[in-house]
């Protein structure tokens, strides 16, 4: 019975840090801006030194007085 718990125990013990380990780095930052370009070089530099850009995308947000549209980018990370 001791034997099964320190095994259970051990078990949990490395899913836990499998688990909690890889998911911490990664994320994303969102913009919006007049010209997709310098929105996502704009948002690029925003992203932690060391990190791989996994995505990029830009979405068209009409203007409601019917003026130039903008742009809402994200860039994404791991």
Same mark, same amino acid.
């Given at each position: 019975?001791?034997?099964?718990?320190?095994?259970?125990?051990?078990?949990?013990?490395?899913? @836990?840090?499998?688990?909690? +380990?890889?998911?911490?780095?990664?994320? =994303?930052?969102?913009? %919006? !801006?007049?010209?997709?370009?310098? #929105?996502?070089?704009?948002?690029? @530099?925003?992203?932690?030194? +060391?990190?791989?850009?996994?995505?990029? =995308?830009?979405?068209? %947000? !009409?203007?409601?007085?019917?003026? #130039?549209?903008?742009?809402?980018?994200?860039?994404?990370?791991?």
């Amino acid at each position: 019975m001791h034997s099964i718990m320190k095994v259970l125990f051990s078990a949990l013990t490395c899913l @836990s840090v499998l688990a909690l +380990g890889s998911p911490a780095n990664s994320g =994303s930052v969102t913009g %919006v !801006g007049f010209e997709k370009s310098a #929105t996502l070089e704009d948002l690029k @530099s925003n992203v932690p030194k +060391g990190v791989k850009i996994t995505d990029t =995308s830009c979405e068209t %947000v !009409g203007v409601p007085s019917g003026g #130039t549209n903008k742009y809402r980018c994200t860039v994404t990370w791991e």
